[in-house]
């Protein structure tokens, strides 16, 4: 088994990776990053080192792109395709509901937004493709995914704007030497590699506290069960 990622960043890939892991046992050798990819240099193909939610959907209306993929693949192969909501409402995205409103149902409106743009990237993928295709759709950001790692008392992480910002406040809170396990101290940024290795024992907490991760999981468990 194969696993193609087109994604945002290098960390949603790594904190994939993790998840991937954690529910299959599937190792990073395994995982085949196409977009953003490291390798590519100068070559024709060095635009995929880039990323962001416009190349992502680029990407997943490139036929050849997804043909190169699958065809260099011997074995069976599942595409994830993973992209944040937080820029939704740009021209391009196209998806202004659900808004984010007081008394919103954060649950509700985590699956009505992960439901309208898995539709919306399902229209875009060739139909060739789209039985192969497994989304990570991650509301507002992945980020958001993994805040019940560190704070689990927070019903429903769609809550949060900027789960980004809330995951990072709520590991600069720990003390000095728990918080360089998770910190690049030279960067300042997130060390998403460390902290995916957290979800060996969090998943369960996670899912019950995203409703899009789960989602992502639920279509992981199924999509590599029926190809196995």
């Known amino acids: 088994m194969r696993i193609g990622v087109i994604a945002e960043g290098h ?4 904190i994939i990776k993790a998840i991937l892991k954690v529910l299959k046992g599937i190792d990073g050798s395994d995982i085949y990053a196409i977009r953003p990819n490291e390798l590519y240099d100068e070559t024709d193909l060095a635009e995929l080192k880039f990323s962001n939610w416009n190349l992502v959907l680029k990407s997943c209306a490139d036929e ?9 693949i011997e074995e069976d192969a599942v595409l994830i395709i993973q992209i944040d909501t937080a820029e939704r409402g740009e021209i391009g ?21 992960y439901m309208l743009v898995r539709e919306k990237i399902t229209s875009i993928i060739p139909e ?13 950001e992945t980020d958001a995914w993994l805040i019940p790692l560190f704070d689990a008392s ?24 728990k918080k360089c396990n998770y910190i690049d101290t030279g960067k300042k ?3 998403y590699a460390t902290i995916g290795k957290e979800l060996k024992k969090g998943i369960k907490t996670c899912r ?8 992502f999981c639920l279509e992981i468990e199924e999509k590599i069960e029926n190809i196995l």
């Open 208 to 215: 019950l506290k995203n409703k899009s991760l789960d989602l």
């Open 128 to 140: 060739a493709y789209r039985n192969k295709v497994v989304y990570a759709v991650a509301v507002e």
């Open 64 to 72: 050849c792109l997804l043909q190169s993929f699958f065809d260099m």
């Open 11 to 14: 960390a949603d890939i790594a």
């Open 93 to 113: 995205y196209d998806i202004p509901e659900p808004q984010r409103t007081k008394g919103v149902d954060w649950k509700v409106y985590n699956e009505q937004l």
């Open 189 to 191: 940024n997130l060390n």
């Open 154 to 177: 927070c019903e429903e992480t769609a809550q949060y704007a900027n789960p980004k910002e809330r995951l990072y406040y709520l590991i600069g809170k720990m003390d000095k030497k």
